[in-house]
């Protein structure tokens, strides 16, 4: 298996135009804005309007408050096959290229690559993700914020702040199936045996993260399908950036792609091949610079 994960695994990730220097705008420059929002999106045409609604009501509000508070939304179209990329640009009609841009990917990467190429093109001095179905209440990213201050000083400015539905498990495990919780508890076990001990969800998406953080994470990441939480956690902790979990409020959404069973599967397979292939030094962490 070892040597399977070994001779199977990518190069270092992606040498594409998302990387370099020089286009703009891109994570290597300075920061010109407080908050980059990246919200990947595939086939989210009836799911999106809510969250953006939401997220955008939230952000305009609290820039009357301070004027000195920034903000740029980046919805990322993960190739698809709907009117995703022709609602999210009613957004920048309404609001303007500047607060609101959209970037189209032709092939569908994974909601990792629709994240990544997002925080490359990011302006924020504070990162987050944020998922397109808006299952997250947008402004508990009042409480994630108190998680990262609370991490203060930052080692090198790096910190990240993680959404979190550990507190609601209990609850959510009474409305599933035998076999769904069966599933659950065992890829929870696999993320704390073999990558991500400290942090009870790695799944939410709602995740902050510094500028330095998220420069050093994505930099390093290499799994684009569902499990990139997990290895964008790996990262951090061998990279000691510290961690906070802080539980948010979360609805079950209508209109997940994820296929129980199969993609469960998949992402076990991968939390295996993320462990094997740093152990046996296929992938390996480089240390990244901000101008």
């Given amino acids: 298996v070892c040597a399977i994960a070994h001779v199977t695994a990518k190069t270092m990730p992606h040498k594409d135009a998302e990387c370099r220097k020089g286009s703009a705008p891109n994570i290597h420059d300075p920061a010109t804005r407080e908050l980059s929002v990246v919200v990947p999106s595939y086939n989210e045409e009836n799911r999106l309007p809510l969250m953006m609604d939401e997220a955008l009501e939230y952000l305009e509000k609290r820039q009357k408050q301070d004027s000195s508070f920034t903000y740029e939304v980046i ?29 189209s990917l032709e092939k569908n990467r994974g909601k990792g690559g ?13 990162i987050l993700m ?28 790096m910190a990240i702040s993680c959404g979190s539905r550990a507190h609601l498990e209990k609850d959510s495990i009474a409305k599933r199936s035998y076999f769904r919780t069966f599933l659950m508890y065992g890829f929870h076990f696999l993320v704390w045996f073999l990558c991500v001990k400290e942090i009870r969800d790695t799944q939410c998406g709602f995740k902050l993260l510094t500028r330095e ?30 961690i906070a979990e802080v539980a948010v409020n979360w609805t079950e ?21 993320i462990r094997l292939r740093y152990m046996t030094g296929a992938w390996k962490l480089e240390a990244k610079k901000c101008n």
Avoid at 114 to 126: D, I, L, P
Avoid at 139 to 148: P, Q
Avoid at 253 to 273: A, C, H, T, Y
């Fill in 213 to 242: 953080a998220a420069l050093q994470t994505f930099s390093n990441l290499h799994i684009e399908r569902w499990a990139f939480d997990v290895e964008l956690l790996y990262i951090a902790q061998c990279l000691k950036i510290p």
């Fill in 253 to 273: 959404i209508e209109g997940s792609k994820l296929v129980p069973f199969w993609s469960w599967l998949q992402m076990g397979r991968d939390l295996l091949f």
């Fill in 75 to 103: 919805v990322v179209n993960d190739g698809s096959k709907d009117q995703t990329a022709k609602v999210a640009k009613e957004y920048c009609k309404k609001y303007g290229s500047d607060k609101v841009r959209v970037i």
């Fill in 130 to 157: 944020a998922d397109a179905d808006g299952a997250t209440k947008f402004a508990d990213i009042e409480k994630v914020e108190e998680g990262l201050k609370s991490l203060q000083p930052w080692p090198k400015g």
């Fill in 114 to 126: 629709a994240v990544r190429t997002g925080v490359f093109s990011s302006r924020g001095k504070k």
